[in-house]
Nanobody
């Protein structure tokens, strides 16, 4: 079992920044692909960013490239999502998830563990 707890969400004006954190506990954090998903009202949950065992392996959905950065700290068993230049369309509940696969996968159903989510609201 892996327990994931997100923090760092909130209300920010367009153009602002937030950093989300996801603290992991339980099984070996280093053996999991870590992803950040988001779900806006009335929309499907989508993978925003993911990071592999090696921090050189990352994925970003097109709409956040150049604005969001995913990183992981093995000493703290924590994954981060730095979000800059936020837009109203980034408003969603953001979820941290862990996948026991060896490669980054985009499908939410393949992720084994999920956090409870944190709300991000970007005002215009």
């Amino acid at each position: 079992q892996v327990q994931l707890v997100e923090s760092g969400g909130g209300l920010v004006q367009a153009g602002g920044s937030l950093r989300l954190s996801c603290a992991a506990s339980g099984r070996t954090f280093s053996k999991y692909i870590m992803g950040w998903f988001r779900q806006a009202p009335g929309k499907e949950r989508e993978l925003v960013a993911a990071i592999g065992w090696s921090t050189r392996a990352t994925y970003y959905t097109d709409s956040v490239k150049g604005r969001f950065t995913i990183s992981r700290d093995y000493a703290k068993d924590t994954v981060y999502l730095q979000m800059n230049s936020l837009k109203p369309e980034d408003t969603a509940v953001y979820y941290c998830a862990a996948d026991g696969s060896a490669i980054i996968r985009l499908t939410q159903g393949l992720y084994d563990y999920w956090g409870q989510g944190t709300q991000v609201t970007v005002s215009s």
